[in-house]
């Protein structure tokens, strides 16, 4: 069984910074996808990025490119989520997630983590 613990999170002024993190526990880590979704109040659950297996191969949702930076401690089994110049609409629950279908499919997902970001 594959758990995903998240820290990291809470309130932040706009254009600060926040890093999150998602230890898993098992050993299908290092050959998984991990990925960052968001959910804000009233909408659906947003793609945020994900990260390949060996730290490569990242993609960012185009509303956070450039300020969003995933990466991944396989030897840690942890991925982070570090998120610069935070802008109000950045705020929701934040969700990591493991992919063992490389992306196309998401089969753990951590606790959530709130993102408030004050304008």
């Known amino acids: 069984q594959v758990q995903l613990v998240q820290s990291g999170g809470g309130l932040v002024q706009a254009g600060g910074s926040l890093r999150l993190s998602c230890a898993a526990s098992?050993?299908?880590?290092?050959?998984?996808?991990m990925g960052w979704f968001r959910q804000a109040p009233g909408s659906e659950r947003e793609f945020v990025a994900r990260?390949?297996?060996?730290?490569?191969?990242?993609y960012y949702a185009d509303s956070v490119k450039g300020r969003f930076t995933i990466s991944r401690d396989n030897a840690k089994f942890t991925v982070y989520l570090q998120m610069n110049s935070l802008k109000p609409e950045d705020a929701a629950v934040y969700y990591c997630?493991?992919?063992?279908?490389?992306?196309?499919?998401?089969?753990?997902w951590g606790q959530g983590t709130q993102v408030t970001v004050s304008s």
């Open positions: 098992g050993l299908i880590f290092g050959y998984s996808v």
């Open positions: 997630a493991l992919s063992r279908a490389g992306g196309s499919t998401w089969d753990y």
């Open positions: 990260i390949g297996w060996s730290g490569g191969n990242t």
